[in-house]
């Protein structure tokens, strides 16, 4: 059941979450107030928020609070639904979809949580004794929280903002009574600022647009996908609503999404192609040859394990997935081609491009 929101006070401040998060790193608080933010936006796409770390971290009780702000439920955390169409049900019920404890995550469920978070629906029979159907139509924010990542799926990488906790020390460690008390007195003014900053990114929504158009021609990566996210907040950012200076948002989330898209290197596939591409300036043929070589190489004990793709369908399947992190992260640059007999892949060395590197970040903001 839905419960009420806390009763917004005027003269609060969004440094008051600093005291629920269990990081000192400030980029870390950006990201966590950015997403809470996007959480209010108007519609859809809506960030994807990924609390990982140890046991004893803190990161579900954070979580917990988190939702206290703009969507207070009964169940403030709930476990990963058995069944497709689960997802959309809760998500028609819930605004924020929190799950805790996740472990792994199927294709099929990763690719849900995507169409969730950037707006989809599922149309399914609305009693089993008749032929009418229900449509639900739904776009969420959503929180995963977990010991390790579960983002192994390039789309759903490619959407996610990754906090992860260490365990807490001993000078840091509250019990929930402590702290449930002090939340019940801070969140008031914690949602008066952060009602202040919707306002703000309302009015100056456009003027960000301007803003990050040229803001993104001085990173040096290519343009991030949750480009609205990024102008709601710098919006708020351009509105003094946000304690710090415009742009900072967009910076540590590209910084985020790099760091991110680095575990792209942990992928059996991508790892296997990167070592087979060690020595060449390029190649190609078929998946099937290219299946072949790996395995004729010897040097890639990984393509003995279960998990690795046997058949040259469910590998080319994959690699269309990993094209665009392989390409950003280890400078392999994935083509498809078309003869008259047959469909080729073309695989080309470009050097790992500098924009991955995360001391590009480090100083002074790139805008």
Known sequence: ALCALPEPQRGGSLELLRHYLPSERNEDFILAVGCLLAALMPKGPYPLLEITGDANSGKSTFARFLRR????????????????RDFFIAAENMWILVFDNVSALNQQFSDILCQIATTGGVVARKLYTNRDVVVIFVARPIILVGISSVA?????????????????????????????????????????????????????YSEAEAFLQQALKTLPVSPPRMLDVIQWVTAAELGDALPWKPGEFLRAYVQNRM???????????????????????????????????????????????????????VLGKVLRRLAPELRRVAGIDVEWKRTESARLVSLSRQGVPEDVSPSLFQGDAPI
Request: aromatic share 4%; proline share 6%.
């Open 69 to 84: 702000l703009v969507d207070p439920h009964m169940l403030e955390l709930s476990h990963l639904p058995g069944e497709a």
């Open 152 to 204: 192994d799926a390039p789309d759903l990488r490619d959407r996610v903002i990754r906090l992860e906790f260490r365990e807490l020390g001993k000078d840091k460690v509250k019990t929930m009574v402590a702290l449930e008390t002090t939340f019940q007195v801070d969140a008031p003014k914690i949602l008066g600022a952060l009602c202040d900053a919707v306002s703000a990114a309302l009015r100056h």
């Open 259 to 313: 760091e991110t898209a680095g575990d792209v290197l942990n992928d059996l596939v991508a790892s296997a192609i990167v070592k087979f591409m060690e020595n060449k300036p390029s190649w190609e043929g078929s998946v099937k040859d290219l299946l072949e070589e790996i395995e004729r190489t010897g040097a890639f004990p990984l393509v003995a394990t279960k998990t690795f793709p046997k058949e040259p369908r």
